[in-house]
């Protein structure tokens, strides 16, 4: 799906600035990034889950008993 992708021209320097250090296209950066911040929010989600999971055991064994 096609994407226009507004960013101030700062934004816009400092994403040609870390695409250049990568070797990439403004592009491929901007994929990168796409794609590295789904990655920390699923992990985040993922921990946080966990984390109620195991906090909340005692409650949870209740109510998958009743």
Request: hydrophobic share 40%; no cysteine; net charge negative.
């Amino acid at each position: 799906m096609a994407m226009t992708l507004r960013l101030t021209d700062e934004q816009t320097e400092a994403l040609r600035a870390a695409a250049d250090q990568d070797g990439l296209s403004m592009q491929a950066a901007a994929v990168r990034a796409v794609e590295e911040y789904s990655l920390r929010r699923r992990e985040q989600r993922d921990r946080l889950l966990e984390q109620f999971s195991r906090e909340n055991r005692a409650v949870l064994d209740r109510l998958r008993d009743s």
